[in-house]
Every structure is written in structure tokens, then in C-alpha cells.
């Protein structure tokens, strides 16, 4: 395991990690921090390249399911990179409550829709100009453990490996195919492989289970100040509505996605018992 190790809050590999919070440095030089053995362990099996491992086995605490054993041995087999830090410096770089001691600086996979390659009656879930971390990581998590086929994110306005996306995530970012592009990129793209788009708004007629979700879709979201725009309301193939019993006018955006996320699931589900 790691033959050096940083004890210097000040040391200049610190301070550029550190930098990394910022969109605009991980936009410039293609890198973004994973910090967790779960998050670290997913991004492991995927086509993200590591550059470094910073390890503080200090935070490793209990590992009762043997997962970082795990994690830890796979590092070791690919002969990554690996650097030993003191718990202050650790901390410096962090950027969450929960700190195991493992993060890694990685170069995410971007996918293209080229990539893909699609089920006989795709699911793909488009999430439209989503602010928070916290939202976009809950609609990775679902959309991964939904098994759908890709997640579109369109018009984005955070980014797609924010180090806080990727912890909200739970590492599933890493795990799914997520293509960026504008609207009409995606749009084009589904058109083109003959997928309907469905769109969710509480005053819509149509309960969304009665709706056919079995088909080819797109369940699109909207962000969270605007709801969805007008360039998919005027695109949408099929309109429903979660109803609303209560005082609230709506749900959190990622609770909508993951009722018809799994709407979808359950009646492709159906066909197949």
C-alpha cells in the first residue's frame, strides 16, 4: 500500500485537491474527487481512470461486511497509485460529514449517446436544469437501482461529477450511463429511437398508473424553481399527474421521478411475471 505519505496541511497536492471543489476547476482540468469505500468501490468498476488514492487508514473504522477489505484489495491488484495522509490533512481535503480516510482524484467517464446500448423497450429518465446535489445524486440512485437505461441531463446547471453529487449518489454516477446535452440534443435522440416522452404535472387528467409506461420512454423532470420548460411540455407524448391529497401543491423533484421511475418498473414487470 502507500509508500509516502502527506502530513502538511500546505503541501501544494493539498491545495490543488482542495481546488477541485470549484466547477470551474474541475471543468478545466477533467478531474473530480470520489470520497467513500462504496462511492470509491462503484467508480472502481466503471471506466473512470484514477490518478491518486489518498488513504488515512485512522478513519477506516469497523468494516463488518468486509467492503473496504474488498475495495482496498482491488487497489492494490491494479497497482494504483496510492498516498498515506495524517487525519488533519485528510480532513482538509474532505468534503463531507462521513469520512472513511479513502478518497480518490479520478477522471470520469463522459458517455455519449453513442455509447448506449439500449434494452428492446428502453427507460431513460431526463432530468432539466437541476440545482441541487442532493436532487441530482437521488435521481441517479433510483434511475441506477431501476435498472433504466441512461440518465439525460439536459441543460445543466450543476455538474454531473460535483463531488457531493456523486457522495448524494452514492456512487451510482459512476455506475449508469449519464449523457449531458442541450434539450434538443436529447430530444433528437429519442425521437430518432422512437421513444415517447412523459411529462408529470399536478393538474394534468391522467393518474400516472394508468398511463402506459411500458412502452419505449423518457420520464422527464423538471428543475426546481421552474418545473419544466416549455420545450418539453410542448414535446410531451404523454401527459400524467401524481395526485396530491394534501396541502402541498407538489413533491421534491426526485420523489416525482422516482414515482414513475418505478411505475415504469412495475408494469414492465408485470408483462414479464
Request: with cysteine; hydrophobic share 40%.
Amino acid at each position: 500500500m502507500p509508500k509516502d505519505k502527506i502530513t502538511s496541511l500546505t503541501n501544494p497536492f493539498i491545495k490543488e485537491l482542495v481546488k477541485l471543489r470549484d466547477r470551474k476547476t474541475r471543468k478545466e482540468s477533467n478531474f473530480t474527487l470520489v470520497e467513500g469505500f462504496k462511492e470509491t468501490g462503484l467508480a472502481l468498476e466503471s471506466k473512470a481512470k484514477f490518478e491518486q488514492i489518498f488513504l488515512c487508514p485512522e478513519l477506516f473504522g469497523e468494516d463488518k461486511k468486509g467492503r473496504k477489505a474488498k475495495v482496498l484489495e482491488e487497489i492494490t491488484k491494479r497497482k494504483l497509485p496510492t498516498i498515506e495522509t495524517t487525519k488533519e490533512v485528510f480532513q482538509k481535503i474532505s468534503y463531507g460529514e462521513r469520512q472513511e480516510g479513502i478518497l480518490g482524484l479520478v477522471e470520469p467517464y463522459l458517455y455519449r449517446f453513442a455509447d448506449l446500448k439500449l434494452k428492446k423497450d428502453p427507460l431513460f429518465v431526463v432530468a432539466e436544469c437541476v440545482e441541487k446535489p442532493g436532487n441530482l445524486g437521488a435521481i441517479l440512485r433510483t434511475s441506477e437501482a431501476a435498472n433504466a437505461d441512461a440518465l439525460i441531463v439536459v441543460e445543466a446547471v450543476t455538474d454531473i461529477f460535483n463531488p457531493n453529487v456523486i457522495r448524494a449518489s452514492l456512487g451510482t454516477v459512476f455506475t449508469i450511463p449519464v449523457v449531458s446535452c442541450s434539450n434538443q440534443e436529447a430530444f433528437d435522440f429519442l425521437k430518432k429511437q422512437k421513444v415517447s416522452v412523459c411529462i408529470a404535472e399536478p393538474n394534468f387528467p391522467t393518474i400516472y398508473y394508468d398511463a402506459d409506461l411500458k412502452q419505449p420512454v423518457a420520464l422527464v423532470v423538471g428543475g426546481e424553481k421552474e418545473g419544466l420548460s416549455q420545450f418539453w411540455r410542448s414535446h410531451a407524448d404523454v401527459q400524467v399527474k401524481v395526485p396530491m391529497f394534501g396541502k402541498a401543491g407538489s413533491l421534491n423533484l426526485s420523489v416525482t421521478a422516482g414515482v414513475l421511475i418505478y411505475e415504469a418498473v412495475r408494469q414492465r414487470n408485470e408483462l414479464i411475471t
